[in-house]
């Protein structure tokens, strides 16, 4: 079968890459596949401390995506001989005020009903795992389920030659002027023009901060007077700092006002971040749908030859969730059906 991805980010080569191995003949258009929110993205594996409030439905496909990651690293770094700085240390959430502290503790308490291990922690007990965690810290958790992977070293490894997949550098607007028999529309915020499917831009801006030695090694999600910020180490001294969350459509612009809302709490919580170099500030935009969960499935109105399926909307979630997607709409196409729980993800669920 020839089958045709639109999208060359992190979804798409994921699900060409998965396809590739059953053997279909995959092709990948996108005109410029290093644009996309995996460039920018942090790379938490995080099905515990990336879950919000209202995201119940979504929570039983993040573990699925967790559960394959170690096995999806494995392999990839296998068959291209790439490192993808996958790594295991878990998440420290972590909270500067009392005030903070009651957020967290909302937070530790929703995770825990929703069935994920969670640990609370004093604040001594989180500089002892962290020393560089500022001493005002009143206290969090630990989420120890939670991994981290590098999006760079990743997107890298899936565009690798040595993967059995041909890239045609041009964007495809109308899937039926592909020659493909199945095609696979993962283009991310492109997938609305595509399909029609709301999926909406949230814009997020994000720091790369640089130091000669990494001042972290648990991935750190913190609120700061009020203030979200996540802080993602890298073994060579880079520390990842994210992300703001923005309803401005298409707009990429890295404001003033975007770098100290991430830089003030992340100097409250780790004040050796002022030290660093400030090495790169990128804004990226995150596919949402009107209900934050993504569009995996046939797109109705689609069959026989030319049958488009649509793997998208993956919203604050698309690495962590890339293993499972791929492995999803690889079973569609070749079985039919697949064994994912997709009842969170249907197409039809916005016509
Ligand atoms: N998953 C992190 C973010 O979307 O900012």
Redesign the pocket.
Known sequence: MKVGVIGGGIVGLSVAWELARRGEQVTVYDADPARGAGRV??G?L?PTA?TAFGEEALQGLMLDSMRRWPGFAAELSAATGMPLGYRTEGTLLVALTEDDLTEVRRLVDYYRRAGTPVEPLAGRALRELEPMLSPRIRGGARAAGDHQVDPRLLLAALRSQRLPIRRVQKDVHDPSSLRDDVIIVANGCGMAAVTGLPVRPVK?Q?LRLRGPEPLLTHVVRGVALGRHV?LVPRADGELVV??T?EERGADTTVTAGGVLDLLRPAADLLPGVAELALAETLAGL?PGTPDNAPVIGRLEGTGGPGTVFVAGGH??????LAPVTAHAVADLVTKGSTDVDLSACGVSRFT
């Not at 919203?315 to 962590?320: D, I």
């Open positions: 993205a942090a938490m995080a990336e997020g994000l996540y994210g992300a969350e995150r919203y604050r979630h698309g690495v962590l």
